[in-house]
């Protein structure tokens, strides 16, 4: 296992959509270069007005609000609930989908993976008591804060994060514990990635 990554909001590399209709922090990937090649990926997309969504054929894709009103979308013509804050949504990258703002510009989180190569695992948890423990043995583990004040130990080592900020590990498939700290007043996203083959839960 290799010692766990902090990335910093401030130092996200900004992206073009592939239809070039907006732009997306890029938070972590496995592998590749510009939008083709990896395995995962995780970024932040500003989606200033209704439009469609560039196609990731291939891919397994999963979507949340963060900032503004919320979107609805039409995934091969088939309409959505409204998608406010906090509430995720898969769909297959193979798919046509269109967004339809609800309010204004937002600002959402994208999990997409490759499911020929990796399984996913994505939760938003919120007022959990602290500290909090908390154990996997994902080939990754991502955890995205949606505030300031939210730390996590593992094996004597802690980080803190801030609004924004992400926290990697990854490497092996061996039973780790994760203690959180500031879990209670600040959201955050847990992502478990399993390579396929690698048999573990």
Known sequence: MSLPRMLRAADYPRM???NGAGSTLEIARDAGEGLEGFGWRLSLADVGESGGFSAFNG?????TVLEGAGMQLEVDDVRSRPLLAMDAFAFSGD???HC???GGAIRDFNLIYAPARYRARLQWSQGLPAPHQLFSSASVLL????EDG???SLEGRT???GRYDC???EGGALLRELRLTGAEQNGYALIELHACGDQST
């Open 159 to 161: 980080e803190h994060l």
């Open 167 to 169: 926290w990697v590990c």
């Open 150 to 152: 939210l730390s996590v």
């Open 95 to 97: 798919s046509r989908v």
């Open 100 to 102: 339809q703002l609800l």
């Open 143 to 146: 955890l995205f804060s949606l």
């Open 59 to 63: 891919y397994q894709r999963i979507i």
């Open 16 to 18: 073009p959509w592939k």
